[in-house]
């Protein structure tokens, strides 16, 4: 339904929460080495060390680990200084940090329009409703089945059920959208999964398609 905020904005406006104006080259140049390292959105894999390992693994599932992992990942990146890790995780817990997919409003509308229900189903280790109430997309979410409330992650089954047991549907009539391989572990209960690709913020990523894929649910 939405992804974070271009990474060079998140930087530029952490540094400047860090009382620093940066070069839009030297924002650019941060943004790729804290996107090296795995930051959210990025698309690489996070390059996890052993000294926030624990943390890591417990990310979804407790909101001080959350923010431990994520802020030990950007401070190990080249360039990063005093202060910029923190204020770049306050800007991912942001609802302000976050937009839209260009086609999540509309599809989300034709959906409730046509009476099916809708699970917001998230690894996510702080609450997302904020996120969404600011988008404008929170009254189209029927069940919130978030990882840190409920206490299991994608792709374990369980929180596949837990979101089938939220809106009184059988899993064979379920279709996940989702955008990684955590999110096709729904195959698992029987539903089906349809995985969007990777896209730049606000662009559309091929949500129409879900309009025609829900009637073989």
Not at 64 to 93: K, M, N, P, S, W
Not at 102 to 127: E, M
Request: hydrophobic share 45%; net charge negative; with cysteine.
């Amino acid at each position: 339904m939405a992804q974070l905020e271009p990474l060079t904005r998140s930087v530029a406006l952490a540094s400047e929460a860090c009382g620093r104006q940066l070069s839009p080259l030297a924002v650019t140049a941060l943004a790729d080495a804290i996107g090296a390292q795995g930051w959210l959105g990025s698309g690489m894999e996070p390059r996890v060390r052993p000294h926030f390992a624990e943390a890591w693994a417990d990310r979804d599932l407790d909101e001080d680990a959350h923010r431990e992992a994520f802020t030990e990942l950007a401070a190990q990146a080249h360039g990063v200084f005093d202060g910029l890790a923190d204020a770049l995780y306050d800007r991912l817990a942001s609802p302000e940090g976050w937009v839209a997919f260009a086609d999540t409003f509309s599809t989300l509308v034709s959906l409730k329009a046509q009476g099916y229900p809708i699970a917001l189903v998230s690894n996510i280790g702080f609450d997302a409703r904020p996120i969404l109430r600011r988008l404008g997309i929170d009254r189209f979410i029927d069940a919130w089945v978030l990882s840190y409330e409920v206490g299991f992650c994608k792709p374990d089954e369980k929180i596949f059920y837990s979101a089938c047991h939220a809106l009184d549907v059988e899993p064979g009539r379920v279709l996940m959208v989702g955008d990684t391989m955590a999110d096709a572990g729904a195959a698992r209960i029987g539903a089906r999964c349809y995985l969007v690709p990777h896209a730049e913020a606000g662009r559309s990523v091929g949500l129409d398609a879900v309009l025609r894929l829900v009637r073989g649910c």
